[in-house]
């Protein structure tokens, strides 16, 4: 395939031009290993520690992945701070990520520091992002188009894949695993690594029978899954990845790095035959990226990265042919970072980005294309006062110059001032923008070539506390987005709104006990539509205005450890219109990991404990009790 061969002239590229790290890295290589846990890139675009970060930032790293019972994306990020989460049936199927209230389209993603999703819809194909191939995940939650440029209106989620073991010599893994809905999982690496870099290589599949995910059709027309009559056959997953990496270290100043995923999916699902829509999808998402770094002294680095992201969908109607899309999204970053006295460092670099897409349908072709240079700069500093007091300052500016929408200015500032006896409180004021998907603009009976962009403006205050093994977060937070853009009966296509105001309070907290880990979550939004008429003050869609989780774990010894985690949601509204109103509900997981040898792990979970039946989305039912068993095997 066509796909195929693309995938390995990216590849080839990378291992003869520019090996490279993630383009998110610092530039600076801050930190020795045994402190990765603890620092973020996202945030900031240099890495820095968690603590330290002035934005709402959440790690969720491979141990937590493991421990938890989730076998997608999706699954894994379900009831935390800010997020709310629809999705159309179950594992591999649709899901949309919904981020302090804003669209499902106003999160960035990065994977490895590439931009991820398809320049047609705007999305990212969370559900075809093998979990087996993270390392771990960032989550910023707030804008921040004054560092990344468009789309990051309500934050950016990072994720990070399989680095391999640490040290020198040859180092194996592999997991197998089955469960409920004919679940079938299997997953192997293999790094070799010597004293000035490694190489390594990840594959994994994933199966599942499904469930019946649709109920049948709606009102009103193109609501449900386009069935005049419920199908009770089940729709399925497949997927098929595999991951590849490479780092060397060229005397103490230069680092190259490089890696690239590959994933391909095939979903079915319902569509009435009458109505001639696809009711199977073949998916291919891959990524390839990379930099070179160069740090010749403590206060100086400089990284040059580049990036390729694919993202194609194939739909049949049976094995009939029905449409194709393709996108393509290419990037390349110039960083620089330098110190300019102890704890202030000033970051500046230029972005460049350019999006390809052809929707290939006998009824509804087309293409379109468009680039996007930036420049940006962001300054950091921190002051200690005699008096035990610290504070902390960060300011970032960037223009963004789009070939479709012209200049955008965007710029942040956040505060932050410790007071002693581990208690925080924290400020900021940013702006943001989104362009239009291609879809939005051109896509036939739905498209507005007249769509404008959309811009925000946020505001943010947090207090926080961190003593001992005890920590908690409170953060309230503001977002007025103008020209938002969502379907409009009135006129049948793409439109933009006057004005939404985003309202919300986010509580964060954990501490841990001897042997016992207690981790909460909860928010509260207040998600609506501003704009003068009928549909002022009605809620933004899929928002629940409520939502929590709950994850208690504890340990026995170092064999044995068990776990629940408690997740609830509040109801919503599935339209624009709030007359399709989707029920709240709440779920308990159970989890359990066994270490019976050395290197060898036994894990159980069952999710949804309690068989409760709900939907995320109106019209597509979500699994019940399910059950999964695997095995984990991680060698020297």
Known sequence: MQSRSDFRKTLLALALAVPASAAAQSAADPAPATDLDRLVVTATRTAITADAALAAVEVIDRDQIERSSAHSLPELLRGRAGISLVNQGGLGKLSTLFLRGTESDHTLFLVDGVRVGSPSSGLASLQDLPLEQIERIEIVRGPRSS?????????????????????????????????????????????LRGARGGVGVDIGLQETDGIDACRGIGAP????????????????????????????????????????????????????????????????????????RYRPRDSLGLALSVGRNRDDSDNYLGDAYANRFTGTRDSASLQGDIGLAAGHVLTAGFDWQRDRAEVEDPFSPFAAARGNRALFAQYQGGFAHGDGRAQDLQLSLRRDDNDQFGGKTTGGIAWGLG???????????????????????????????????????????????????????????????????????????????????????????????????????????????????????????????????????????????????????????????????????????????????????????????FDRHYETSAYYRQPGRTWSLGLRWQGD
């Open 147 to 191: 560092l990344y440029g468009a789309d990051a209106i309500g934050g950016v989620i990072q994720v990070f894949t399989r680095r391999g073991a640490a040290g020198t010599g040859v180092h194996g893994r592999m997991h197998a695993g089955l469960g409920s809905h004919g679940l079938r999982e299997a997953s192997g690496g293999l790094d």
């Open 221 to 292: 027309l193109y609501a449900g899954c386009a069935m005049d009559q419920p199908d009770p056959d089940r729709d399925g997953y497949r997927n098929r990845n595999v991951a590849l990496r490479a780092d060397l270290a060229a005397g103490d100043a230069w680092r190259f790095d490089a890696q690239a995923l590959q994933s391909r999916g095939h979903n079915f699902y319902d569509a009435d035959p009458a109505w001639g829509l696809p009711d199977n999808s073949r998916v291919l998402q891959q990524v390839a990226g990379g930099s070179i």
């Open 419 to 609: 007071f002693g006896d581990g208690w925080r409180v924290t400020a900021s004021h940013a702006t943001a923008f989104k362009a239009p998907s291609f879809n939005e603009l051109y896509y036939p009976y739905y498209g507005n070539p007249a769509l404008r962009p959309e811009a925000s403006r946020s505001t943010e205050v947090a207090l926080r506390r961190q003593r001992g093994d005890i920590e908690w977060q409170l953060q309230a937070y503001e977002t007025r987005i103008d020209d938002l853009i969502t379907y409009d009966t009135a006129i049948f296509a793409a439109n933009n709104i006057e004005q939404a105001r985003i309202r919300g309070i986010e509580l964060t907290g954990g501490l841990r006990l001897g042997a016992w880990s207690l981790r909460g979550q909860a928010s509260a939004l207040q998600a609506r539509n501003r704009s003068a008429g009928i549909a002022q003050r009605r809620a933004l869609p899929r928002r629940p205005g409520r939502s929590a989780r709950l994850d208690l774990d504890r340990a026995f010894g170092d064999a044995l450890t068990l776990g629940i985690s408690g997740i609830a949601e509040g109801a919503r509204w599935d339209d624009v219109a709030n007359t399709l109103r989707v029920g709240g509900y709440a779920t308990l997981d159970a989890t359990a990991s066994w270490r019976f040898a050395p290197g060898w792990r036994l894990q159980a979970g069952l999710a949804n404990a």
